[in-house]
């Protein structure tokens, strides 16, 4: 059951989060239109960065010059990334002499981080420098970000433009996400953060005497600047190994209130912007009506499991305090700081969107609380999701959900006044479908071979739900993790990044051609024919869409892991 202070907790953040996204909407259509009062403040700056880049930006792009710039822009930040790693060592910014970082460890985590996953088999406070964590990780946290959010605004001109031959300029498209948008809110956001208590310094790490007269070291580092951007950008790789756990990421609930905000501003305000740029507001309202409601039924299905807590503390014979602590829910796992309520909010709004960071250990869930951020997860991570890649992942099944209603009635498709036909379809296909081979394929080759295996330390179906759970959050960039599955191995670090690389990048692709095929074609005229897709029918149809064609692949797996580990925790196994 969902306790008062939940509830509460769950409608006064939609009620912030729904004031904040129209304003940041609009803002957004207009930086990315080239309106904004911003870009005249800024154009000094830019001019300095085009002059240094070679960019002409009144030069256009069609979708393969698009797709192509920014797969080299990403590879080569795997590159920079991967170096920085091996080489640390000898680098300065790095007090505690952090050892250079393995060759597959590397690789991981240069994949991870262009890719906005942020998946990490390594500690933060034990294995990057100061260097590393700001010039390598914090910079990828923006520019995976501005990946994500160029993307989809391509997507969106494809509807919005008619007869068009390009789709924008990309190069042009990164420099004013990252520097009208990602940068300002992060600044700001660092500023409240170091005001609450996130430290920000480049000392050494301290030496302290607990109360218990016991020595301990506490790392320092530069936190608060990494932090905001992990958060803005829905990146989630926590400068300490604890994430946003820790109380110099995450001190108090103003702060994890504010964290949990972050997540979903951007997002959020996207749908906003995508209704103005295409010259109907309501498309992008009903867009951000079906996820909250994916979310809001997620957000309660996550919290009421975790209070319900688990049922064989209660059998007779247990110790009476352990039965009163599970009488007020599963605290196992939970930050003491903010309870149940807030982790299992934390843990919905992380996994609906790409972000990997967490208040709280998800291998201690209840089996149905944990399945509700797995299934977030497969969804597709369209339920609000990362920045730019929610959008357009929805957007995707909103083209499917269109040709599915064309069939029912026995009309070509439309959406947004463009035809859908085949070329459409099947790029549609490919970047529904690509997901699910990459987590199916990688858990079925993971619990097959000996490598898989050893890596596994939990027998049975809460085993083989850390496996699909890590594939899982690989293949759709979140970047979480279950836990319990020792991962930083050779082969897990190999098998993972290419399941994030492809996961990132072989949906991104075809969505680019499918906004290049639509901004060619011509707008069609609305008849008493065309479905509206802006009213409740249309959001009821995009729900079920989602659901139904995200959820259905991982039904069978779902029933091997968590679904199985519940029915044996209630019948008392």
């Not at 109380?247 to 979903?264: C, D, K, R, V, Y």
Request: net charge neutral; charged share 10%.
């Amino acid at each position: 059951m969902m306790t008062p202070h939940a509830w509460l907790l769950l409608g006064l953040y939609l009620l912030v989060l729904f004031v904040l996204v129209k304003p940041l909407g609009i803002y957004i259509a207009n930086v990315v239109e080239g309106r904004s009062w911003a870009l005249r403040l800024g154009s000094p700056i830019e001019a300095v960065i085009y002059r240094l880049g070679g960019v002409r930006k009144e030069s256009k792009m069609g979708w393969l010059q698009y797709a192509l710039a920014l797969l080299l822009f990403n590879a080569l930040g795997v590159f920079a990334v991967y170096a920085l790693q091996r080489l640390q060592l000898w680098l300065p910014l790095n007090p505690q002499q952090m050892a250079n970082v393995s060759p597959d460890s590397a690789f991981n985590t240069a994949v991870s981080f262009v890719t906005n996953t942020n998946w990490q088999g390594y500690a933060g406070e034990t294995t990057m420098s100061y260097l590393t964590q700001m010039l390598a990780l914090t910079v990828q946290n923006f520019l995976s970000a501005a990946t994500g959010i160029v993307v989809v605004i391509a997507l969106i001109r494809g509807f919005a433009r008619h007869t068009a031959q390009d789709i924008g300029n990309v190069w042009v498209d990164l420099t004013r996400v990252t520097l009208y948008v990602l940068l300002p809110l992060s600044l700001v956001f660092a500023v409240f953060l170091m005001s609450q208590g996130v430290i920000q310094n480049l000392a050494a790490y301290q030496d302290v005497t607990t109360l218990e007269n016991a020595t301990q070291t506490l790392a320092m580092g530069p936190v608060a600047s990494q932090e905001a951007i992990k958060m803005v950008g829905t990146n989630g790789g926590g400068f300490f190994n604890a994430n946003s756990a820790h109380p110099f990421e995450n001190p108090t609930p103003l702060t994890n209130f504010f964290q949990m905000l972050a997540i979903f501003l951007i997002p959020g305000a996207l749908c906003h912007a995508f209704g103005r740029m295409v010259g109907d507001i309501r498309q992008g309202w009903a867009v951000l009506a079906a996820m909250t409601i994916i979310f809001v039924v997620a957000a309660v299905a996550t919290i009421a499991f975790e209070q319900q807590g688990n049922p064989l503390f209660a059998a007779a014979g247990v110790d009476q305090t352990a039965s009163a602590i599970q009488a007020g829910g599963n605290m196992e796992g939970k930050e003491t700081r903010f309870g149940i309520a807030d982790s299992g909010l934390f843990a919905a709004i992380t996994t609906a969107a790409s972000c990997g960071a967490v208040i709280a250990m998800h291998d201690s869930f209840t089996p149905l609380g944990g399945m509700v951020p797995l299934v977030m997860m497969q969804l597709g991570e369209v339920v609000f999701g990362g920045v730019g890649s929610g959008l357009y992942g929805m957007l995707v099944f909103a083209i499917m959900a269109v040709f599915i209603a064309g069939l029912m009635i026995g009309r070509t498709p439309e959406y947004l006044g463009k035809k859908i036909e085949a070329y459409e379809m099947k790029m549609t296909s490919i970047a529904i479908l690509v997901t699910p081979l990459l987590v199916l394929g990688g858990t079925a080759v993971a619990v097959m071979t000996a490598s898989g295996q050893a890596g596994i330390f939990n027998p049975g179906p809460h085993g083989f739900s850390e496996v699909l759970y890590a594939f899982t959050s690989a293949g759709n960039n979140n970047g979480s993790a279950f836990a319990g599955l020792s991962a930083n191995t050779p082969f897990y670090n190999v098998l993972l990044a290419i399941a994030m690389w492809f996961g990132r990048f072989a949906v991104i692709v075809p969505v680019l051609a499918m906004a290049g095929s639509l901004a060619a074609k011509k707008r069609l005229a609305t008849t008493a024919g065309t479905l509206p897709t802006h009213g409740p029918l249309f959001v009821t149809l995009l729900i079920g869409t989602v659901l139904l064609i995200g959820l259905l692949n991982y039904v069978p797996a779902l029933a091997l892991g968590p679904v199985v580990e519940h029915l044996m925790l209630w019948a008392g196994h």
